[in-house]
């Protein structure tokens, strides 16, 4: 029997906090993307794509992006960063001020982004940083 093609386009990795997942799923279907999607989990997304304390983790994504790839064909991958997030806190410090946040995950994206590219040139990227409330901004956009 031949195995059924299965294809999705896009990979999500998202981080593990408990306030997001139904703000994600909510963010992924306004954007069209309902049934067209793999998920794969990390704390601090960005961060923990690329994380010197956690090097395996690193790894891990990569086999799962491979996997995905070889499943699903994907095209792209949509990293959620988000408000408030525990793991850049423990790893990366508090930042003084609230408005100083966002830009540490747009420091960290961009570390991600050249991984990315570096591994996996085909797939097309983007970065998103999620409010508590469910808003959501570009990091960094790039094909
Ligand atoms: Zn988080």
Not at 41 to 50: D, N, R
Request: glycine share 6%; proline share 5%; aromatic share 10%.
């Amino acid at each position: 029997m031949k195995p059924l093609q299965l294809q999705c386009d896009v990979l999500v990795l998202t981080c593990i906090d408990y306030r997001f997942p139904h703000l994600v799923c909510d963010y992924l279907d306004d954007h069209g993307l309902i049934g067209n999607y793999d998920i794969f989990t990390l704390p601090g997304a960005s961060l923990g794509a690329c994380c010197p304390e956690y090097p395996h983790w690193n790894k891990t994504l990569e086999e799962v992006i491979n996997l995905a790839l070889g499943l699903h064909s994907i095209k792209k991958i949509v990293v959620i960063n988000h408000e408030e997030c525990g793991a850049f806190q423990k790893l990366r410090g508090v930042p003084e001020k609230k408005s100083d946040e966002i830009l540490m995950h747009g420091a960290q994206a961009k570390i991600t982004h050249e991984w990315f590219k570096a591994h996996f040139p085909q797939l097309e990227l983007e970065f998103i940083y999620m409010r508590l409330c469910g808003e959501a901004e570009k990091l960094i956009s790039a094909t």
